[in-house]
Nanobody, 125 residues
Framework: QLVESGGGLVQPGGSLKLSCAATGFSLDYYAIGWFRQAPGKEREGVLCISSSNSTTYSADSVKGRFIISRDNAKNMAYLQMNSLKFEDTAEYYC????????????????????WGQGTLVTVSS
């Protein structure tokens, strides 16, 4: 099971750090991705970190602003979001799969993925 936290209301230009906690399994050998779904839009991949700590960006719009990290000792993953924009408003989900980031972001093995319930990020003035 994955549980996200840290969402909330933030002004444009502000920052938020989302957390993803895993229970019942170890994240050590899993790729962990962050996805988001804005109102009225399809869910999209944002970025992913592999088991070897390599980052893959799926959304060009977050490059230079969002940072993904993981702490295997705590069985956690994080998404640091800086310089937030109105268009970053969405429900954010973390997901994990026992393969690589390309497979996770492409949703190649959906039956192997574990997902959290989501946390809402609202960017508004």
């Amino acid at each position: 099971q994955l549980v996200e936290s840290g969402g909330g209301l933030v002004q444009p230009g502000g920052s938020l750090k989302l957390s993803c906690a895993a229970t019942g399994f170890s994240l050590d050998y899993y790729a962990i991705g962050w996805f988001r779904q804005a109102p009225g839009k399809e869910r999209e991949g944002v970025l992913c970190i592999s088991s070897s700590n390599s980052t893959t960006y799926s959304a060009d719009s977050v490059k230079g602003r969002f940072i993904i990290s993981r702490d295997n000792a705590k069985n956690m993953a994080y998404l640091q979001m800086n310089s937030l924009k109105f268009e970053d408003t969405a429900e954010y989900y973390c997901a994990a799969v026992g393969s690589g980031c390309s497979e996770l972001l492409a949703r190649r093995y959906p039956y192997l993925e574990t997902w959290g319930q989501g946390t809402l990020v609202t960017v508004s003035s």
